[in-house]
């Protein structure tokens, strides 16, 4: 994805959704994965996969004459590009910030902060050998 382009809208990330589960799809497997939630016009899937490939999320190649689709970005990164936003927009680019809120609002309690630092630490020497 491209730094500095706009994350996905909600119907984007339906779409998104749909593509990273099928891996490789047209635009008319997109629609009739969204009908029973979103009922849409032809002309609105393409046109919201074709912004959505502007904004970086997609990729197309051509068959015959149907376009299909695949991810152009993992959805871990899309994750973590999303995260870094709402870091940046909310709590100042703070990361501290934003997992204090988080403890304090409950959404992550103390053990399990407390657990995933045990995580990290165990994978940064493995993680450094990779990089050597």
């Known amino acids: 994805m491209n730094q500095g382009k706009s994350s996905l809208s909600p119907l984007e990330n339906e779409a998104m959704q749909v593509v990273?589960?099928?891996?490789?799809?047209?635009?008319?497997?997109?629609?009739?994965?969204?009908?029973?939630?979103?009922?849409?016009?032809?002309?609105?899937?393409?046109?919201?996969?074709?912004?959505?490939?502007?904004?970086?999320?997609?990729?197309?190649?051509?068959?015959?004459?149907?376009?299909?689709?695949?991810?152009?970005?993992?959805?871990?990164?899309?994750?973590?590009?999303?995260?870094?936003?709402?870091?940046?927009?909310?709590?100042?680019?703070?990361?501290e910030a934003l997992l204090v809120g988080m403890v304090g609002d409950r959404l992550v309690d103390r053990e399990q902060l407390l657990e995933l630092v045990g995580r990290i630490a165990e994978s940064e020497p493995a993680a450094e050998e990779s990089h050597e």
Request: hydrophobic share 35%.
């Open 20 to 95: 990273w589960s099928l891996g490789r799809c047209s635009a008319d497997d997109v629609r009739l994965a969204l009908a029973g939630s979103r009922p849409l016009k032809d002309s609105t899937v393409r046109t919201l996969l074709r912004r959505m490939e502007e904004k970086g999320f997609l990729k197309h190649f051509v068959e015959g004459r149907t376009y299909f689709y695949q991810p152009a970005i993992e959805r871990e990164k899309a994750a973590t590009t999303a995260i870094r936003q709402i870091i940046d927009r909310f709590c100042g680019g703070s990361i």
